[in-house]
């Protein structure tokens, strides 16, 4: 029987990389699982081409509210000339596995599910007992398509389908970051996305001239509007530390695309003044921000000389309601408290710290979940003393350049960092890939479960 990480480097070879992911293969992978484990697994085809698979192990109430157990399938593009190694190899070098969608998150979706083999005694663990009896909640374990592109063909048609209510969610568990420290993050918000192109309009001309107002003049005045506003940012997270604050806490507005003129590198028009020019920014706003005055804000970035300055949100990806519950460590009642209770409480139950918990810096599944359904959610992935390696636009620290965090030295080390994706799977893989110790993330997780499935209001 393949060992857990064996499991994991397996996942890591199925291509459900974007823009073409390949989810047909992921099917069999997880109705063996099932199979070994003697669970119900589900195969829902709501966008075809983008199926969801479910594992469900049937708690003894069937009425009481479910734990739902969250990972997506898909994986961002790989730049190979940036990777030393296969990204689709599932490499195990040195107690690491290398491999595009390790940490994000691959290696969690694989941990739910041995963790239930091993709360059934399927796969006999010695360091923590199997249940005597299936959980009091039904556990169903969730794996989407879409979430690295918006959820549109993944969570969220689920959100809207009688499925997910059948599924009668109670408490959802999904995504977190990596820690670089030995205690584990946890999430319980995320910012808002707000992606919004910005248009310039402006006269034409010779590109000889002194052209008043041109469009590439005014938007470069709202670019460095943009730009004063994301440093202002970035200065008050650098002074913010002793207080607690962290990145998901501030405002971040990156420019990210930028045209005007001819596009056509073949045939290039210097001399012709645009009458068009457009910016791209990612922004990312705390939950705590008023939405009403940062769109003042944003028409106040616009109002340059010449007046031919809009904005427009991308309307599919932005965010406008609440994507964050009450904070679960103030002395607030409710659901959301209690989930984090118990969460916690089991945290501290197998021996492990938790960092306080904070806002995502990025976007997650979770936040469809949140504003669709109103399920409470925590943000976890069980992984400490790791530095934190997704794509870029999540990558929110760095590792030195040559450190543990770096395999190997590349022509380009800083810009291969953000693309190389590794997980160290616990202190557990030191030994050899079979030997599993306790303390590892997925015992971890087993007595988060354990704990969750049996309690609640
Ligand atoms: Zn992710």
Request: aromatic share 8%.
């Given at each position: 029987?393949?060992?857990?990480?064996?499991?994991?480097?397996?996942?890591?070879?199925?291509?459900?990389?974007?823009?073409?992911p390949?989810?047909?293969?992921?099917?069999p992978?997880?109705?063996?699982?099932?199979?070994?484990?003697?669970?119900?697994?589900?195969?829902?085809?709501?966008?075809?081409?983008?199926?969801?698979?479910?594992v469900?192990?049937?708690?003894?109430?069937?009425?009481?509210?479910?734990?739902?157990?969250?990972?997506h399938?898909?994986?961002?593009?790989?730049?190979?000339?940036?990777w030393?190694?296969?990204?689709?190899?599932?490499?195990?070098?040195?107690?690491?596995?290398?491999?595009?969608?390790?940490?994000?998150?691959?290696?969690?979706?694989?941990?739910?599910?041995?963790t239930?083999?091993?709360?059934?005694?399927?796969?006999?663990?010695?360091?923590?007992?199997?249940?005597?009896?299936?959980?009091?909640?039904?556990?169903h374990?969730?794996?989407?398509?879409?979430?690295?592109?918006g959820?549109s063909?993944?969570?969220?048609?689920?959100?809207?389908?009688?499925?997910?209510?059948?599924?009668?969610?109670?408490?959802?568990?999904?995504?977190g970051?990596?820690?670089?420290?030995?205690?584990?993050?946890?999430?319980?918000?995320?910012?808002?996305?707000?992606?919004?192109?910005f248009?310039?309009?402006?006269p034409?001309?010779?590109?000889?001239?002194?052209?008043?107002?041109?469009?590439?003049?005014?938007?470069?005045?709202?670019?460095?509007?943009?730009?004063?506003?994301?440093e202002?940012?970035?200065?008050?997270?650098?002074?913010?530390?002793?207080?607690?604050?962290?990145?998901?806490?501030?405002t971040?507005?990156?420019?990210?695309?930028?045209?005007?003129?001819?596009?056509?590198?073949?045939?290039?028009?210097?001399?012709?003044?645009?009458t068009?020019?457009?910016?791209?920014?990612?922004?990312?706003?705390?939950?705590?921000?008023?939405?009403?005055?940062?769109?003042?804000?944003?028409?106040?970035w616009?109002?340059?000389?010449?007046?031919?300055?809009?904005?427009?949100?991308?309307?599919?990806?932005?965010?406008?309601?609440?994507?964050?519950l009450?904070?679960?460590?103030?002395?607030?009642?409710?659901?959301?408290?209690?989930?984090?209770?118990?969460?916690?409480?089991?945290?501290?139950?197998?021996?492990?710290?938790?960092?306080?918990?904070?806002?995502?810096?990025?976007?997650?599944d979770?936040?469809?979940?949140?504003?669709?359904?109103?399920?409470p959610?925590?943000?976890?992935?069980?992984?400490?003393?790791?530095?934190?390696?997704?794509?870029?636009?999540?990558?929110?620290?760095?590792?030195?350049?040559?450190?543990?965090?770096?395999?190997?030295?590349?022509?380009?080390?800083?810009?291969?960092?953000?693309?190389?994706?590794?997980v160290?799977?616990?202190?557990?893989?030191?030994?050899?890939?079979?030997?599993?110790?306790?303390?590892?993330?997925?015992?971890?997780?087993?007595?988060?479960?354990?704990?969750?499935?049996?309690?609640?209001?």
């Amino acid at each position: 029987m393949a060992s857990a990480v064996d499991s994991f480097r397996a996942y890591l070879r199925i291509k459900t990389v974007h823009p073409t992911p390949d989810y047909a293969p992921v099917g069999p992978f997880l109705a063996s699982y099932a199979a070994r484990g003697g669970f119900e697994f589900q195969e829902l085809t709501l966008v075809p081409g983008h199926p969801v698979f479910i594992v469900t192990w049937a708690g003894a109430d069937p009425a009481a509210p479910s734990i739902v157990l969250l990972s997506h399938m898909d994986v961002v593009p790989v730049d190979m000339g940036k990777w030393t190694m296969d990204p689709w190899g599932g490499a195990l070098i040195d107690g690491k596995v290398y491999g595009r969608g390790a940490q994000d998150m691959k290696c969690v979706g694989v941990q739910y599910l041995e963790t239930l083999l091993r709360l059934k005694g399927v796969v006999v663990d010695p360091s923590v007992a199997p249940l005597a009896a299936p959980p009091l909640r039904t556990v169903h374990v969730l794996f989407v398509p879409d979430e690295e592109v918006g959820g549109s063909r993944g969570i969220k048609p689920l959100l809207a389908h009688p499925a997910w209510a059948s599924l009668n969610p109670g408490f959802l568990l999904d995504e977190g970051l990596a820690s670089p420290s030995p205690s584990f993050s946890v999430f319980y918000g995320e910012r808002k996305i707000w992606w919004v192109r910005f248009k310039a309009t402006g006269p034409a001309g010779h590109g000889s001239r002194f052209v008043p107002h041109t469009a590439v003049q005014q938007l470069h005045k709202v670019l460095a509007r943009v730009e004063a506003y994301h440093e202002a940012q970035r200065e008050a997270l650098a002074g913010a530390c002793s207080c607690g604050k962290q990145l998901g806490d501030f405002t971040t507005a990156n420019v990210t695309m930028l045209s005007a003129g001819n596009p056509d590198p073949k045939t290039p028009q210097f001399n012709v003044i645009p009458t068009e020019a457009h910016a791209g920014v990612d922004i990312r706003i705390p939950a705590t921000v008023n939405l009403a005055e940062f769109k003042a804000t944003l028409d106040a970035w616009c109002a340059v000389e010449g007046g031919g300055v809009t904005w427009e949100p991308l309307a599919q990806v932005c965010g406008e309601g609440p994507l964050m519950l009450a904070n679960p460590t103030e002395p607030v009642e409710g659901p959301d408290a209690h989930w984090f209770r118990v969460f916690s409480g089991a945290v501290a139950a197998a021996g492990y710290s938790l960092h306080a918990p904070s806002i995502f810096p990025a976007a997650t599944d979770s936040r469809w979940v949140r504003l669709m359904s109103g399920t409470p959610c925590l943000g976890f992935s069980p992984m400490r003393n790791t530095p934190i390696l997704l794509h870029d636009h999540e990558c929110v620290t760095r590792a030195p350049a040559r450190s543990a965090a770096t395999p190997s030295r590349t022509p380009n080390a800083h810009a291969h960092y953000p693309t190389l994706q590794r997980v160290f799977v616990g202190g557990g893989l030191r030994g050899g890939p079979c030997r599993i110790r306790q303390g590892t993330p997925r015992a971890l997780l087993r007595r988060v479960v354990q704990k969750i499935g049996s309690t609640g209001p």
